[in-house]
């Protein structure tokens, strides 16, 4: 399945699985919609390749990891300006994002509930989430327990980075206690981004593979990733690994297609095709 751009969106045509024309099928840029559309076959190959398991936009730059630690910085993939930002804005803040979790995580229950992209069946061992946004919905409760991380992430917000709005957006506190893991898996689209900032990271026996590349965590240095590509997460230790998750759009996603597929999702969430809503998981 893809995600195509149609100004046409009449509900007979054979090859869209669904329309979300609320219009009659009017074609004004304000009632424009992506659409979901059959697609071609698939074709398959040894190679590791971005395989989201529900929708693909084509024509995204794909990589399995957009950065690389050098020992001293990050290196940033095509050096985006988009990702290199929010890597910046968050390895500012790592001070905050670790004081104000210690502080509180043992008040605040984990809100980890499996479901939907994130299927209990990949996962051993425990896992326990603080949350910003489920979703793509925000959590208000998240600001009384940790108001300086929430008064952080406001930021990427109110630039429109947040991969908010959407039933695949997430950004929480990722705690992976001792002997667990999460078993290959691919997400359920590719147009977003997933960043982990790591914060608590055990040595040796805990790291991350995607695609074909493996790599471990590095205190205080982001990692991004394009986990539409199949990947998997183990902490063998036995120490909790901690890191905040934090997913954006993808930056060739332009604003006007993110609008097109936004109102996609609201149109989809309004008729209840959407499993669960935008509140649970």
């Not at 698939?42 to 050098?70: A, I, K, N």
Request: one cysteine or more; hydrophobic letters at 35%; glycine letters at 6%.
């Amino acid at each position: 399945i893809r995600i195509a751009r149609c100004k046409t969106l009449s509900p007979s045509s054979p090859r869209r699985l669904f329309s979300t024309s609320t219009d009659g099928g009017a074609t004004s840029k304000n009632n424009m919609m992506a659409s979901v559309v059959q697609g071609p076959s698939l074709l398959e190959t040894s190679l590791h390749r971005p395989s989201p398991s529900l929708m693909f936009l084509p024509g995204l730059r794909s990589l399995p990891f957009w950065t690389s630690f050098d020992g001293t910085s990050n290196l940033i993939a095509y050096q985006d300006p988009v990702v290199s930002h929010v890597v910046q804005y968050l390895q500012q803040h790592v001070s905050t994002f670790q004081n104000e979790f210690e502080k509180e995580q043992a008040n605040v229950p984990s809100d980890y509930q499996t479901g939907g992209e994130h299927d209990s069946k990949l996962h051993s061992g425990s896992w326990d989430w603080h949350s910003y946004m489920l979703q793509g919905s925000i959590q208000p409760q998240f600001a009384k327990h940790f108001p300086g991380t929430s008064r952080i992430l406001n930021g990427l917000r109110q630039d429109q980075l947040l991969f908010e709005g959407t039933p695949f957006g997430f950004c929480f506190f990722s705690s992976l206690h001792p002997k667990s893991s999460i078993e290959p898996h691919c997400s359920a689209m590719n147009f977003r981004l997933r960043i982990h900032l790591p914060l608590v990271v055990p040595p040796n026996k805990c790291g991350i593979r995607v695609g074909p590349m493996t790599q471990e965590w590095n205190k205080g240095q982001a990692m991004v990733l394009d986990d539409s590509y199949e990947h998997q997460v183990w902490n063998d230790s036995d120490q909790t690994r901690v890191l905040l998750l934090v997913d954006i759009w993808h930056p060739d996603v332009k604003i006007s297609e993110r609008d097109e597929i936004l109102r996609m999702f609201q149109h989809a969430q309004d008729q209840g095709w959407l499993k669960g809503g935008k509140d649970d998981n």
